[in-house]
């Protein structure tokens, strides 16, 4: 990830705290990360909630790596992690069954032991990432990312691009773990403020967008991107 730092005083955390799965209350459809754990380091991979058998089993959408579908074994250990809202829930279950075409799906136990952080504000990362506002009857226009969040971001810009209130649409590529190729983001978003950008003699604007309209899976891949920054620097969500 490239030259980022925690937001400071943007984000408020309280004690992680164990919860039943049961009041997450997540719906078929939802989005979530499975990790795997068959190297040094955990491998993430998207997958979605089919249903749930309280007290018996998982069923969950199986995950596709470089487009095929991945293979998963009887008895393996993989880690599930949840965003809903600000908040962050990990917890460890092992493969039942795996089920391939036509259903495609990956039978797990049902999660008995769940750690939750409750995150009183959106996660917010300093970052230093090219992107590209899109604008009707106009060109589209080069800028950086300057911070970003799975809500928003501030953009540093060196031209007037608006005023509060303005509304287009912005792309750019979040990197994934490992070796994968980048993903691009694309989103609905609208001016919230512009400040003038004193880091260079007072030249350009910081301009901070709320998003509008976001994918569930492009969603869940920022706060992914935000959070992992977050630890890959041993900083507390503080």
């Not at 750690?115 to 899109?134: C, P």
């Not at 260079?200 to 891949?221: I, K, P």
């Amino acid at each position: 990830m490239a030259e980022e730092d925690v937001e400071k005083n943007q984000n408020e955390t309280s004690e992680e705290q164990a919860v039943e799965f049961a009041s997450l209350n997540l719906q078929p459809g939802a989005k979530l990360q499975l990790f795997t754990h068959r190297g040094r380091t955990p491998v993430q991979h998207i997958s979605s909630l089919i249903g749930v058998e309280s007290n018996e089993y998982l069923l969950l959408r199986l995950p596709r790596v470089q487009g095929t579908v991945m293979t998963c074994y009887d008895g393996e250990k993989v880690t599930l992690r949840v965003f809903s809202g600000t908040m962050i829930c990990n917890f460890d279950v092992s493969v039942i069954q795996t089920f391939y075409h036509p259903l495609n799906c990956l039978c797990v136990s049902y999660p008995r032991k769940l750690q939750v952080k409750k995150i009183r504000r959106e996660l917010r990362i300093r970052v230093d990432m090219a992107a590209k506002l899109k604008r009707q009857a106009s060109q589209d226009l080069a800028v950086r990312l300057a911070n970003l969040s799975a809500t928003g971001c501030q953009l540093r810009v060196d031209q007037d691009v608006g005023e509060v209130d303005d509304q287009f649409s912005l792309c750019f590529d979040l990197p994934l773990p490992g070796d994968e190729a980048p993903s691009n983001i694309a989103v609905n978003a609208k001016i919230r403020n512009i400040i003038d950008d004193n880091a260079d003699a007072g030249s350009g604007y910081l301009v901070g967008l709320e998003f509008l309209e976001v994918d569930t899976t492009a969603q869940l891949m920022i706060r992914h991107y935000v959070y992992e920054g977050l630890l890959d620097r041993r900083q507390a969500i503080a």
